[in-house]
């Protein structure tokens, strides 16, 4: 079965600095897909960035990139220069291997200080 | 613009109700979810439906049915409506094509059974 993990419940960063948020995942599977969502308090999921398993670079997004270490795992995601309106819960999650199921971790909650 | 909708933000039901959450999708997306979301849980998949009048069980199906009668639309049922049920429930949907086809929230339901 699919399993992510976040072990980060809760995470501070100074405004302008960049932070990573940790992910870690496993699949028996060779072929799978990982996202990361942003939930801000008004409870909407707003889409991040999506690396697939075959992707041979690191996926980009503006601020936003994904640190895929395959043999590790992990899928972390890293956001440069955080913003006021980083503060956030962040979920990363995998693409089960039939059909378009996601599984989520816990979640990290993210609080941008000035 | 995409949309993804819930057909209530709040709900407040009493033990025993039958409850039903409505979602609707303007995106011809084939895919419809449901999820409940719990602090420390993340996301989990209560059903999915990958056709009109087709539904399969995902993680935590038990206390709930779903109904899907026209591609648009997926509700939610709860049968008889427990305490253990109060949760935020979320919506999704997303198009039948694999790789980077993320999923589309709603704004959620915030339920709470008394």
């Known amino acids: 079965a699919q399993k992510i993990t976040q072990t980060q419940p809760g995470m501070f960063v100074q405004e302008k600095e960049a932070v990573t948020l940790d992910c870690t995942y496993d699949?028996?599977?060779?072929?799978?897909?990982l996202f990361w969502y942003k939930q801000p308090s008004s409870g909407e999921m707003i889409f991040l960035i999506y690396?697939?398993?075959?992707?041979?670079q690191n996926a980009t997004e503006g601020r936003y990139s994904l640190n895929f270490q395959k043999a590790r795992k992990s899928a972390n995601l890293v956001i440069s220069a955080s913003q006021l309106g980083d503060s956030a819960m962040y979920f990363c999650?995998?693409?089960?291997?039939?059909?378009?199921?996601?599984?989520f971790g816990a979640g990290t909650i993210l609080r941008v200080k000035s | 613009d995409v949309k993804v909708t819930q057909s209530s933000r709040y709900l407040v039901k009493r033990t025993g109700e039958k409850v039903f959450l409505e979602c609707v999708q303007d995106?011809?997306?084939?895919?419809m979810f449901w999820y409940r979301q719990d602090p420390g849980l993340g996301l989990r998949l209560i059903y999915f439906?990958?056709?009109?009048?087709?539904?399969e069980k995902g993680d935590i199906p038990e206390g709930y049915s779903v109904s899907r009668e026209k591609k648009e639309r997926f509700s939610l049922i709860l049968e008889s409506a427990s305490t253990n049920q109060t949760s935020m429930y979320l919506c999704?949907?997303?198009?039948?094509?694999?790789?980077?086809?993320?999923?589309?929230f709603g704004p959620g339901t915030r339920l709470t059974v008394l």
């Open positions: 999704a949907s997303s198009s039948r094509l694999a790789g980077g086809d993320e999923q589309f």
């Open positions: 699949t028996s599977d060779p072929s799978y897909g």
């Open positions: 690396q697939g398993s075959y992707d041979q």
């Open positions: 999650a995998m693409r089960a291997p039939y059909g378009n199921k996601l599984v």
């Open positions: 995106m011809d997306h084939e895919n």
């Open positions: 439906s990958y056709d009109v009048k087709m539904k």
